[in-house]
């Protein structure tokens, strides 16, 4: 079983930068693909980011690339979400989830996520 506890949420003005960490219990981590997801009142959960077992590959979503930056370290079983030039429209709940171990290929759907965080505020003001 794979546990996952975000942290480093909160309230920022616009133009600020907030630091995600997601640790991970368990074994598999390092072969694990990992993704953030987000979900603002009112809307479905949706994809933000995703990062390869290595870290080789990565994807994200239009509206934050070249903002938002994911990254791991498979020593401290943690996973991380780097969000500069914060906008209001970035305010929601962020979950990090995993999928099942041995499965390296990204995907940005919530079905193919297996594990999943308790999430994490970000509140973006202007």
């Known amino acids: 079983q794979v546990q996952l506890v975000e942290s480093g949420g909160g309230l920022v003005q616009a133009g600020g930068s907030l630091r995600l960490s997601c640790a991970a219990s368990?074994?598999?981590?390092?072969?694990?693909?990992m993704g953030w997801f987000r979900q603002a009142p009112g809307k479905e959960r949706e994809f933000v980011a995703g990062?390869?077992?290595?870290?080789?590959?990565?994807s994200y979503i239009d509206p934050v690339k070249g903002r938002f930056t994911i990254s791991r370290d498979n020593a401290k079983n943690t996973v991380y979400l780097q969000m500069n030039s914060l906008k209001p429209e970035d305010t929601a709940v962020y979950y990090c989830?995993?999928?099942?171990?041995?499965?390296?290929?990204?995907?940005?759907?919530?079905?193919?996520?297996?594990?999943w965080g308790q999430g994490t505020q970000v509140t973006v003001s202007s």
């Open positions: 990062i390869s077992w290595s870290g080789g590959r990565i």
């Open positions: 989830a995993s999928r099942s171990p041995n499965r390296d290929v990204i995907i940005s759907t919530v079905w193919g996520y297996d594990y």
């Open positions: 368990g074994r598999t981590f390092s072969n694990s693909v």
